[in-house]
Nanobody, 119 residues
Framework: QVQLVESGGGLVQAGGSLRLSCAASRSIFSINYVAWYRQAPGKQREFVARITSGGSPNYADSVKGRFTISGDNAKNTVYLQMNSLKPEDTAVYYC?????????????WGQGTQVTVSS
């Protein structure tokens, strides 16, 4: 099992930056991948970015070039650096994790952190 705790959300103006943190209860080396998802009001939850235990990132097209996912193994923490924020980035951001060796959807979720981008 793994517990995930997000932090770092808030209110920011368009064009600004925020860094979200996801603290895991165990080494991120031992987790298949850690991902960020988001859910805007009235919309389905969508994938944002993912980083594998080997450090390989991938991103949704909507955030490529603006968001960067990274991991700090010493702190068991994954970060999402969000730059050039747009009002359409407003959502609750969730950290999620997949354990085990097989690919598949994440099995563990954090409680979410609100990001609001004003125009």
């Amino acid at each position: 099992q793994v517990q995930l705790v997000e932090s770092g959300g808030g209110l920011v103006q368009a064009g600004g930056s925020l860094r979200l943190s996801c603290a895991a209860s165990r080494s991120i080396f031992s987790i298949n991948y850690v991902a960020w998802y988001r859910q805007a009001p009235g919309k389905q939850r969508e994938f944002v970015a993912r980083i594998t235990s080997g450090g390989s990132p991938n991103y949704a097209d909507s955030v490529k070039g603006r968001f960067t996912i990274s991991g700090d193994n010493a702190k068991n923490t994954v970060y999402l650096q969000m730059n050039s924020l747009k009002p359409e980035d407003t959502a609750v951001y969730y950290c999620a994790a997949k354990t085990g060796f097989q690919l598949g959807p994440p099995g563990y979720w954090g409680q979410g952190t609100q990001v609001t981008v004003s125009s």
